[in-house]
């Protein structure tokens, strides 16, 4: 019979095997990369075998007796090559061979470092390495139903009052995907969902992990694959702090990532940028957000009118105070003309002002809001409502740059900017008749549209902490801790009120909340869900309202509470003793030793005095 091949192994069999002869080696894995499992393909002129290969050491490759690997060819020189293994990297070194060493086809000089499928040719020998780790049960799945298994997880974790983080480990320039994605596996649980999130981003999430045991177990990630990308970084989100949804926490860990060090972790919380602007500061942390104040700097530094959209409570009016901050004219005055806040016979004079006698009331000449902001910038707010008759001395006074107050002939010179905002579709209203096309071009040199909270979900934690924060601080009472039960009755509102609409929740409650943190019954009741529907009669009047239904504790927080007791009692029982501790309550040992810690237990705490 003629010689076969066996693929499974990558052996030659049958009467044509050969001269092609190896010594034994000891192989042994390292701990610094547990379920690699490397060795080399070699193929001579007439037959093949697999080598296996070790985590650490030197293998000297040639003709002599001695070699490690010994190829019985003219070809290869006595000592023709050292392959050397040290921390997940394997190295080969030519020893000034007579016929030299190539690499994919190319001769080296020196080192060169090698990767899975890199064919090695010693005259007339090939090498081929290779690296696979054995199966194991957590392995790599599709971005997309990582996505999905993540929305479970924050499922779970919400009716259980149980963590979940999600990280990003960023690889940076990835030379062995394949590799890396394997020392990752093998520093994580099972339980654990990993998926590559592009070409050089790792998604990992943590069933059941949050804040510090989340962090150390990334932390575990980027030690075990720190030989093959030693500028790995890591970004940490956690549920609820972090994110209420894949997404946000995605974008979170995703941006933590990127401005952490090399071998390091930050957390979504440190991602937030913070604006000091005059006497207010600005806090954005979505991704939308951050570029959008990096255009409004940009624009700042020209003179263009710039016309800010966002539906109510979105922010337009730090926009609008970003815009002159940092401008040159940031020294000068800002003066604000809410439009929908003047009836329309008094819009004209409050814009240009007027002389004495121009009507029944004006005893005395007054400046006008443009006129008193000249070498500063005006910040019409709802400029959709103003009226058309209006709209036209507005249009003429920014092209002419001049104005002419009610009852007057003189005209005067005004240098300012304009900043407007919306929250109307100005389009629509020039489609309608309401407003002035030609006014709109003019405003509109420049457009920065403000996304509602409810697409900014990374900034909601945040912007909820620094209000609540700041209305202790104003009440004079002990800051307030934000629980995950109020951070989820967060996450479920839809704030049609937007930024405002949070603020003045986090007023309320801390002018009402009891206790050292706040719960959802400490909440407004639209966001605490506790709203109650108007009852009808029979014949579909309204009834009078009920009372107020009982407000109870959440389930989630009355289990958390016998849980951390019955832990209590089974250490007592068991003298402090975790493993008994653990037993008693049928608890696996890991997770028994990580709820002390979320609990906030000694581990000794139960231990009865001798």
């Known amino acids: 019979m003629g010689a076969g091949f066996d693929y499974s192994l990558g052996l030659m069999s049958g009467p044509e095997s050969s001269p092609l002869t190896t010594q034994t080696f000891d192989l042994r894995q390292s701990p610094d990369s547990p379920g690699i499992y490397s060795y080399l393909l070699v193929i001579g002129a007439s037959s093949s075998y697999r080598r296996a290969l070790p985590d650490d050491g030197v293998l000297v490759v040639g003709r002599s007796d001695e070699a490690d690997v010994r190829l019985d060819t003219a070809a290869v020189s006595r000592r023709h090559a050292e392959l050397v293994f040290s921390r997940g990297e394997i190295r080969i070194t030519d020893l000034g061979s007579h016929n030299g060493t190539l690499v994919n086809g190319e001769r080296i000089e020196g080192s060169c470092a090698l990767g899975s499928g890199d064919v090695i040719t010693m005259g007339d020998t090939t090498l081929i390495l290779r690296r696979e780790a054995p199966p194991r049960g957590s392995a790599l799945i599709e971005m997309g139903r990582l996505r999905r298994r993540v929305e479970e997880e924050i499922e779970r974790a919400a009716d259980s009052a149980r963590p979940f983080g999600l990280a990003v480990v960023s690889l940076g320039s990835v030379q062995m995907r394949t590799m890396l994605a394997h020392r990752a596996l093998s520093a994580l649980r099972l339980v654990d969902i990993v998926a590559w999130d592009g070409a050089s981003h790792l998604a990992i999430g943590f069933p ?24 790995a970084r890591g970004g940490l989100a956690s549920y609820p702090f972090d994110g209420g949804d894949t997404e946000t926490l995605l974008a979170g860990a995703r941006t933590a990532a990127s401005i952490a060090a090399p071998g390091a972790i930050a957390f979504a919380s440190q991602t937030a940028v913070r604006h000091v602007i005059g006497d207010r500061t600005i806090v954005v942390a979505d991704s939308a957000m951050i570029r959008l104040f990096e255009l409004i700097r940009r624009l700042a530094a020209s003179d263009l009118p710039v016309l800010v959209l966002g539906e109510t409570g979105a922010g337009k009016e730090n926009a609008a105070a970003a815009v002159h901050h940092w401008s040159a004219r940031a020294q000068k005055t800002l003066i604000t003309l809410n439009c929908a806040a003047l009836p329309d016979a008094l819009v004209e004079s409050e814009l240009f002002g007027y002389e004495k006698g121009a009507f029944s009331e004006a005893r005395a000449p007054k400046p006008g809001l443009l006129e008193r902001a000249h070498g500063g910038t005006v910040f019409l707010d709802e ?35 304009i900043v407007a905002a919306t929250n109307r579709d100005l389009e629509a209203e020039v489609h309608a008749g309401r407003f002035r096309q030609d006014l709109l071009f003019r405003l509109s040199a420049a457009v920065v549209e403000l996304p509602p909270l409810r697409h900014r979900r990374r900034e909601l934690p945040i912007l909820a902490r620094l209000f609540l924060a700041e209305a202790c601080a104003r009440t004079g009472r002990p800051a307030l801790e934000l629980s995950e039960a109020a951070l989820a009755a967060l996450f479920a509102h839809p704030f049609p009120g937007n930024v405002r609409e949070l603020k003045n929740a986090m007023e309320y409650a801390a002018a009402t909340a009891d206790g050292p943190a706040l719960e959802p019954w400490g909440l407004p009741e639209r966001i605490a869900g506790l709203d109650v529907p108007p009852r009808t009669t029979v014949d579909n009047t309204s009834a009078p309202p009920a009372a107020a239904p009982a407000r109870f504790k959440p389930i989630a927080e009355e289990l958390r509470e016998i849980e951390r007791t019955r832990m209590r009692q089974a250490l007592d029982a068991a003298d402090g003793v975790q493993k008994r501790a653990a037993a008693l309550l049928g608890m696996p040992v890991r997770t028994f030793t990580f709820k002390l810690k979320q609990f906030g237990i000694s581990a000794r705490e139960g231990k009865r005095s001798a």
Not at 210 to 228: C, F, K, M, N, S
Not at 384 to 391: H, R, S
């Open 383 to 417: 400029i959709g409502e103003l009226p058309l008759g209006a709209q036209a001395k507005l249009l003429r006074a920014l092209e002419a740059k001049r104005i002419t107050r009610l009852g007057d002939v003189r005209d005067r010179e005004v240098d300012i900017r």
């Open 208 to 231: 059941e992990l949050g804040g510090e045991a989340a962090r150390a177990a990334v932390l575990q990630v980027l030690e075990a694959i720190a030989p093959l990308a030693p500028e």
